[in-house]
């Protein structure tokens, strides 16, 4: 080493996070997204969603299994999955989120096993004390997921990365995410199955999220410059990123506001879908991208 030591260089190595995050990263928040607003729109109004609810469970615990799947697959060796089980950290966003998962999966799973039975009609009768246990298990995996859409970006946020480090807004930008992409996959699915009560009662909820949405993406965006100039010091890169934002927010708003026909609604939400797929994708390709690496001067980058 020379005179200026380590201090203009990252210390830290970049982590083999790669494609199969970013989809973790969505598809954790289409998941719980989907449960929170699907669960806390029939616990309020039963009777405008309570139809529409019961299509938008099992809808989630698919996504919940994908989430897991990619989960594991990134582990390297998925085989070690359960060692996160094997211990509980209070303390440790990565231990927490384990656990929130692990606990959200369960009750959900129990709202799909008792919808399953009532559809196939394995009940002897309508039994009231059944219903009692889907809105208890209903309730039960409200904190979880919240916990669930919560942890990764206060995992990330907690790192030693250049960018994350500094993303302060990354929790609270996923959170709010993923109540917005829960909303619009749950308008989706109501335009989709012919629930058009829930369908028109979420559209302008939906709008809203979408617009508040650029609140704390725009709060992130400020904690992502000086990382992002360090990528681009040109400032393409900072330049691009809010037009896409503001792109990818302005279109589908303006075709909610329009109030067009399903084929409309489903693009809009599709840009939604895609927008978010882009943003996770940046976000978990800051620290690859970051000159300056301490290996890059011994030409081990």
């Known amino acids: 080493m020379t005179a200026t030591g380590y201090a203009p260089f990252e210390v830290s190595k970049a982590p083999n996070w790669h494609g199969l995050v970013a989809l973790d990263l969505l598809f954790n928040n289409l998941a719980t997204g989907l449960f929170l607003v699907a669960a806390i729109a029939e616990l309020v109004a039963p009777a405008t969603f309570g139809p529409a609810a019961r299509l938008a469970y099992p809808v989630a615990l698919v996504l919940l299994l994908t989430d897991l799947s990619l989960l594991v697959l990134d582990l390297g060796d998925p085989l070690r999955f359960h060692h996160m089980l094997r211990v509980f950290k209070p303390g440790s966003p990565m231990s927490l989120g384990t656990w929130s998962l692990t606990a959200f999966s369960l009750p959900l799973a129990v709202v799909v096993a008792i919808e399953a039975v009532e559809v196939l009609d394995l009940m002897p009768g309508p039994s009231a004390s059944i219903e009692v246990v889907r809105k208890a298990a209903v309730i039960a995996g409200l904190l979880p997921a919240f916990g669930s859409a919560a942890y990764k970006g206060v995992l990330f946020s907690t790192s030693a990365q250049p960018g994350w480090r500094d993303a302060r807004w990354l929790g609270g930008y996923l959170v709010n995410s993923a109540l917005m992409l829960g909303t619009a996959e749950w308008f989706a699915l109501s335009l989709l199955g012919g ?23 725009g709060l992130l965006f400020a ?17 691009l990123v809010p037009t896409a934002c503001i792109g990818t927010t302005l279109v589908p708003l303006a075709l909610l506001l329009a109030g067009g026909g399903t084929a ?6 599709s840009i939604m879908l895609i927008g978010a797929l882009a943003a996770r994708s940046l976000i978990l390709k800051i620290p690859h991208a970051i000159p300056g690496r301490l290996g890059e001067r011994h030409g081990r980058g």
């Open 264 to 269: 409309w609604m489903i693009v809009a939400v």
């Open 195 to 217: 629930y058009a009560r829930a369908a028109a009662a979420l559209r302008v909820p939906l709008a809203i999220l979408l617009a508040l949405n650029v609140i704390p993406a």
């Open 223 to 239: 904690d992502l410059r000086a990382a992002m100039g360090r990528i681009d010091p040109g400032g393409k890169l900072a330049a």
